[in-house]
């Protein structure tokens, strides 16, 4: 069957299984990356997602190649641009990352006009149709940190000039539309309502946030606010990383060639979020597994399954290193949770809450 759409803005219809790039260029050479996007588009998903700063883990070295062969792919299959939904992202402070723009520092007008010109460039392409933060320009806990600290609060841009330059973007026709990602529910109020305060501002559409069996962290504030402002999750990890898929719990720690064994120390976001060695996070995984083996499903079909039956969700942001592992996922939609299947869930849910944040 063809993947099921979704009609996340006027005129932006995306698949409800999106396909993110970070390994493309890193895990992935431009053959596999093609061969994955050739069977994804054809399975009937017309969305993918990248970063300037992909593919993981960042080097100065692959900087920007998951979009470049996002590009290349896209001029030799010579596909209709308007048969495709690209969505990209501008790296937010973080100063680590001194080969972007010196940090990059900030999220000023500069900063992102200059990430989205160098994005079109990669992509080769005239207009992305959803532009996204990658993370805010100001102190956020983030990346599995859950409780805010004040006194790390550093000078940050404000909203008003960010919404300014991306506003300047879609008049220019460099961009359709505007999300964010590792948003709190403060950030998205305030976005729009600086955006409805000024005008000429974008609106944001869509937040991409993490979601799965592991981390339901949305459904607090995030939730009421998305729903109330009309804005759709872009649900991101919904496999945490791989772990929801069993692979990391068999005997010998699941193959060399994965993201957590392959890049051992050298992926601190992802190691320390998605980490087996937390005897909390390796026991609500494996109930989870277990919840699967009891009723005939494959692990990946019921992760993914769990995140797509949410009101909220638009789609699902996965990712992909094998073919096979792309039918996993797409498996998905066979897939019916019924009412008891839930019950269990929520259940291990309550019992171990968001282990994975």
């Given at each position: 069957?063809?993947?099921?759409?979704?009609?996340?803005?006027?005129?932006?219809?995306?698949?409800?299984?999106?396909?993110?790039t970070?390994t493309?260029?890193?895990?992935?050479?431009?053959?596999?990356?093609?061969?994955?996007?050739?069977e994804?588009?054809?399975a009937?998903?017309?969305?993918?997602?990248?970063?300037e700063?992909?593919?993981?883990?960042?080097?100065?070295?692959?900087?920007?190649?998951?979009?470049?062969?996002?590009?290349?792919?896209?001029k030799d299959?010579?596909?209709?641009?308007?048969?495709?939904v690209?969505?990209?992202?501008?790296?937010?402070?973080?100063?680590?990352?001194?080969?972007?723009?010196?940090?990059?520092?900030?999220?000023?007008?500069?900063?992102?006009?200059?990430?989205?010109?160098?994005?079109?460039?990669?992509?080769?392409?005239?207009?992305?149709?959803l532009?996204?933060?990658?993370?805010?320009?100001?102190?956020?806990?983030?990346?599995?940190?859950?409780?805010?600290?004040?006194?790390?609060?550093?000078?940050?841009?404000?909203?008003?000039?960010?919404?300014?330059?991306?506003?300047?973007?879609?008049?220019?026709?460099?961009?359709?539309?505007?999300?964010?990602?590792?948003?709190?529910p403060?950030?998205?109020m305030?976005?729009?309502?600086?955006?409805?305060?000024?005008?000429?501002h974008?609106?944001?559409?869509?937040?991409?946030?993490?979601?799965?069996?592991?981390?339901?962290?949305?459904?607090?504030?995030?939730?009421?606010?998305?729903?109330h402002?009309r804005i759709?999750?872009l649900?991101?990890?919904?496999?945490?990383?791989?772990?929801?898929?069993?692979?990391?719990?068999?005997?010998d720690?699941?193959?060399?060639?994965?993201?957590l064994?392959?890049?051992?120390?050298?992926?601190?976001?992802?190691?320390?979020?998605?980490?087996?060695?937390?005897?909390?996070?390796?026991?609500?995984?494996?109930?989870?597994?277990?919840?699967?083996?009891?009723?005939?499903?494959?692990?990946?079909?019921?992760?993914?399954?769990?995140?797509?039956?949410h009101?909220?969700?638009?789609?699902?942001?996965?990712?992909?290193t094998?073919?096979?592992?792309?039918?996993?996922?797409l498996?998905?939609?066979?897939?019916?949770?019924?009412?008891?299947?839930?019950?269990?869930?929520n259940?291990?849910?309550?019992?171990?809450?968001n282990p994975?944040?």
């Amino acid at each position: 069957m063809s993947v099921p759409l979704f009609n996340l803005a006027p005129d932006l219809t995306v698949s409800r299984l999106c396909l993110g790039t970070m390994t493309f260029g890193e895990q992935n050479t431009l053959p596999q990356s093609f061969r994955l996007l050739d069977e994804a588009f054809a399975a009937g998903i017309n969305f993918f997602d990248s970063a300037e700063m992909y593919p993981v883990p960042q080097r100065a070295e692959t900087q920007g190649r998951s979009e470049e062969y996002l590009g290349r792919w896209i001029k030799d299959r010579n596909i209709s641009r308007d048969r495709l939904v690209l969505a990209t992202k501008v790296t937010g402070p973080s100063g680590q990352m001194t080969w972007i723009r010196g940090g990059p520092k900030c999220l000023d007008c500069r900063n992102i006009t200059e990430a989205i010109d160098n994005s079109l460039q990669r992509m080769r392409t005239d207009y992305i149709d959803l532009y996204q933060i990658h993370w805010p320009d100001r102190y956020v806990p983030m990346f599995g940190e859950t409780e805010y600290d004040p006194t790390q609060q550093f000078s940050s841009v404000d909203i008003e000039e960010q919404l300014d330059a991306l506003g300047r973007a879609v008049d220019a026709g460099k961009i359709r539309y505007v999300g964010l990602s590792n948003e709190t529910p403060y950030g998205i109020m305030k976005f729009i309502q600086i955006a409805e305060r000024v005008p000429g501002h974008p609106k944001i559409v869509s937040v991409q946030n993490s979601y799965s069996l592991l981390c339901r962290t949305f459904d607090s504030g995030m939730a009421e606010c998305c729903h109330h402002e009309r804005i759709s999750l872009l649900a991101y990890s919904p496999l945490a990383m791989g772990i929801l898929s069993g692979k990391y719990c068999l005997p010998d720690g699941g193959p060399t060639d994965t993201r957590l064994n392959l890049f051992k120390g050298r992926y601190s976001e992802g190691e320390s979020r998605y980490n087996l060695s937390n005897n909390i996070i390796k026991a609500t995984t494996l109930e989870y597994l277990d919840i699967a083996k009891k009723y005939g499903l494959h692990p990946v079909s019921l992760a993914i399954a769990f995140v797509l039956r949410h009101p909220l969700v638009a789609s699902a942001v996965f990712g992909a290193t094998k073919l096979w592992q792309l039918q996993e996922v797409l498996n998905a939609f066979n897939v019916e949770l019924t009412s008891e299947i839930i019950v269990e869930v929520n259940k291990i849910h309550g019992k171990f809450p968001n282990p994975c944040p």
